[in-house]
């Protein structure tokens, strides 16, 4: 099965930048989707197709893809970013949905 | 706007069935091409995929979880089900319902519904 590795946790001072890494074998190949997760409250897709936006998502959220490692790129980091980040991809091997471990993203 | 909201009981029995519901709203569940998908979340860890399905009865499930689960729609009333079986502790979690774009990636969540399994 696919596996997908994330840092536990990420710590930034407000006004920098958060970069979240997600590591996978030739995740290149596939298409990472990103989601923050507040606590108490139910994810939200912040970035899909890599580095595409839903409407209503900040800028300052970004991704890549390249070789073995994803990433979630969150510009000017403010305190209401404070959250944890999940990614995930479709594993076509097996047909199902697989989610890395999370990031805590400490503001 | 989309919107989607879980039901079903808090508290299960063990070795009992796990029976959650989603209703969907602000959209016909049968068109848009999306598939409808159920997560969960034990208590302080990460998100675990379970299964979706096509409105047309096509499912994926998680082969981890592939035994005991079944997902259903009724798309005359706009809802989605997850039946799990045999259920003990581990099973334990917020259960999330959501909406899968049709290229996996889940752009509309219900706030989530949280399943205890105790005697």
């Known amino acids: 099965s696919y596996v997908l590795t994330q840092p536990p946790s990420v710590s930034v001072a407000p006004g920098q930048t958060a970069r979240i890494t997600c590591e996978g074998d030739?995740?290149?190949?596939?298409?990472v989707h990103w989601y923050q997760q507040k606590p108490g409250q139910a994810p939200v897709l912040v970035v899909y197709?890599?580095?595409d936006r839903p409407s209503g998502i900040p800028e300052r959220f970004s991704g890549s893809n390249s070789g073995n490692t994803a990433t979630l790129t969150i510009s000017r980091v403010e305190a209401g970013d404070e959250a944890d980040y999940y990614c995930?991809?479709?594993?076509?091997?097996?047909?199902?949905?697989?989610f890395g471990g999370g990031t805590n993203l400490t503001v | 706007q989309v919107q989607l909201q879980e039901s079903g009981p808090g508290l299960v029995q063990p070795s009992q069935t796990l029976s959650l519901t989603c209703t969907v709203s602000?959209?016909?569940?049968?068109?848009?091409?999306?598939?409808w998908s159920w997560i969960r979340q034990p208590a302080g860890r990460g998100l675990e995929w379970i299964g979706r399905?096509?409105?047309?009865?096509?499912?994926n499930y998680n082969p981890s979880l592939k035994s005991r689960v079944t997902i259903s729609i009724d798309t005359s009333k706009n809802q989605f089900s997850l039946k799990l079986t045999s259920v003990n502790a581990a099973d334990t979690a917020v259960y999330y319902c959501?909406?899968?774009?049709?290229?996996?990636?889940?752009?509309?969540w219900g706030q989530g519904s949280l399943v205890s399994v105790s005697s």
């Open positions: 197709d890599d580095s």
């Open positions: 602000g959209g016909s569940i049968n068109s848009g091409g999306y598939f």
């Open positions: 030739n995740i290149e190949t596939k298409a």
């Open positions: 399905i096509y409105p047309s009865g096509i499912t």
């Open positions: 995930q991809v479709w594993d076509s091997s097996t047909d199902h949905v697989v």
């Open positions: 959501a909406r899968d774009g049709g290229f996996s990636y889940l752009d509309s």
